[in-house]
């Protein structure tokens, strides 16, 4: 039953909803009449027509209820958060622009002196083809230092 390769599905539960029954007042309910009758008013309207209805009295709206008022001093140091948390940013990214513009100057000091420092090797020791100093043709001191003479 719990092999994998079978394809049996588990069976079908229908649910059926269970019904509401009614409720039944103890009292029949009886429609009561107002203890005046409310005026009926009849407006004319531009285009001739005629409207007749109740007169509704206007709904009053809740009053507001009035908020609290804020003391001046909490609205003080709401503002000079604020005004804190902006100075705090700026410096911190000013901060960040000087560091990056100091990295900048450094590399562009160092890559001059590698240039430069080229050019001026290159004019002190230059590159001719013949040089002084401790180079030697080893064939030639070989030869020498055995004696061969050829």
Known sequence: MNDPTSHHTAPL???????????????????????HLPTVASVVLPDGRIVTGYAVSPVQPEPVVAKPPVSRAAVNVAIGGVGFLAVAGGLLLLTTFITALIALVTQLVILAAVVFGGLIAVQVFPGN??????????????????????
């Open 13 to 35: 539960v229908v649910h059926h909803p269970t019904p509401i029954t009614p409720i039944v007042h103890a009292a029949p309910v009886v429609p009561v009449q107002p203890g």
């Open 129 to 150: 083809g013949r040089r002084n100093g401790t180079t030697v043709n080893i064939r030639k001191a070989v030869i020498k230092r055995n004696h061969f003479h050829g």
